[in-house]
């Protein structure tokens, strides 16, 4: 799902650079074609059709020898119309920027919390952020009181995911699931891995579609083909999305108190402690430290409180009578030294929502913001001339 949100971002100055670069070349295209009218045809209707100005959809999987082969697979899996599932994934259409979107970063980028922090923790999304939780107190208190996942956090990964809605993803779901089930850029080093994971992603959109009666090529999402507020993937969707303003139906896209009660569903589900804080501050003794030890086990909490300190990283106040594990979460901050954290349980359950500690962190800073935003607005009336006797 979502565990492509953050590289959205962080591809998103070289998307811009490819669509620029696509512009072009479909300019170049467009000016040959006039020479071989006979290949302007149903794909190039449908390809305007679906698209938008950030997507720009290559030919169809209609062709497609191995899509059809799955799209068989699909159907006698599922038990789904063999036809209709052929006809619908011969709609789908290749998406360059997709697979440009999945192709990893070129090597010897360092990671900078600060900004990819400041791309999320920023006055405009805070604003949203208070208007959300002011709207929606009593569904998000309602979530909180039923699973222990506070507000703040939920608050922090509508925000982070979308805007509150505000940026669902322009791209047609099943293009993306297409383009990253059968074109999936070879040179990712999980290449293999990725494309049976979006298969099954493919296989349980078309499933839920069908048998919901939804339009498979009106959904729209993210280029990896999350959806909706919370930007769940299909399993995602079919395991953890649940209804929660009571009108008997899930949806994701128009119900952001359904939304609220799936993301606390979700991390419900995966193991979130109810009053167990995401991270306590960490210091360094330089004597004891063993750097290596602490970052072996990568974000998963390991040590205990006592491990920890043994392998030189310190704690204090509450985060001393913690009696659950912890993790040495290290956050890079390019060319300068990295920032450091102790990560429990619950920071680790976030990132089973988005496979990155810069993403849970940038989380759970928002959710702070935001909770600091409207604490600032409480107290304000107070203060008013009108207010005070
Ligand atoms: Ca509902």
Request: aromatic share 10%; no cysteine.
């Amino acid at each position: 799902m979502h565990k492509y949100a953050h590289s959205a971002h962080w591809h998103l100055r070289h998307l811009l650079t490819l669509l620029v670069f696509m512009a072009a070349a479909t300019l170049a295209v467009s000016a040959s074609a006039g020479q071989n009218s006979k290949k302007k045809g149903k794909t190039a209707v449908s390809a305007s059709v679906g698209a938008r100005a950030s997507v720009i959809p290559g030919p169809s999987y209609a062709q497609r020898l191995d899509a059809l082969q799955a799209a068989d697979d699909i159907a006698l899996r599922r038990d789904l119309d063999p036809v209709w599932v052929r006809q619908t994934l011969g709609q789908a259409l290749y998406v360059a920027a997709i697979a440009k979107a999945v192709t990893p970063p070129a090597v010897g980028m360092a990671k900078n919390w600060q900004i990819y922090r400041s791309r999320f923790v920023e006055p405009l999304r805070i604003r949203a952020g208070v208007a959300f939780w002011q709207a929606y107190e009593d569904a998000l208190k309602r979530a909180e009181l039923e699973t222990g996942v506070p507000a703040e956090i939920i608050v922090g990964i509508l925000g982070v995911e979308t805007i509150y809605g505000q940026q669902m993803g322009n791209y047609r779901v099943l293009d993306a699931l297409a383009t990253l089930s059968f074109d999936f850029p070879a040179s990712h080093p999980r290449a293999g891995a990725r494309s049976a994971y979006f298969k099954g992603e493919l296989a349980q959109f078309l499933s839920w579609t069908h048998r919901s009666g939804l339009d498979p090529l009106g959904i729209r999402g993210s280029y990896a083909g999350a959806m909706g507020w919370p930007q769940f993937m299909p399993s995602s969707w079919h395991q953890y999305a649940i209804d929660f303003d009571g009108d008997s139906k899930v949806d994701l896209f128009g119900s952001p108190v359904d939304a609220i009660g799936s993301v606390a569903n979700y991390f419900k589900a995966f193991g979130w402690q109810p009053g167990l804080p995401t991270h306590f501050a960490v210091t360094f003794d330089a004597q004891k430290l063993d750097m290596d030890a602490l970052m072996a086990p990568d974000i998963l909490p390991t040590f205990s409180v006592d491990n920890f300190q043994a392998e030189g990283a310190l704690l204090s106040g509450e985060a001393l009578s913690h009696t659950g594990k912890l993790a040495l979460i290290e956050l890079q901050m390019g060319d300068a030294p990295p920032v450091y954290v102790a990560g429990t349980d619950n920071f680790y359950t976030i990132t089973r929502y988005n496979w990155s500690s810069y993403y849970a962190m940038a989380v759970i800073e928002l959710g702070q913001a935001v909770a600091q935003a409207m604490a600032a607005q409480a107290v304000t009336p107070a203060l008013a001339p009108e207010n005070r006797d």
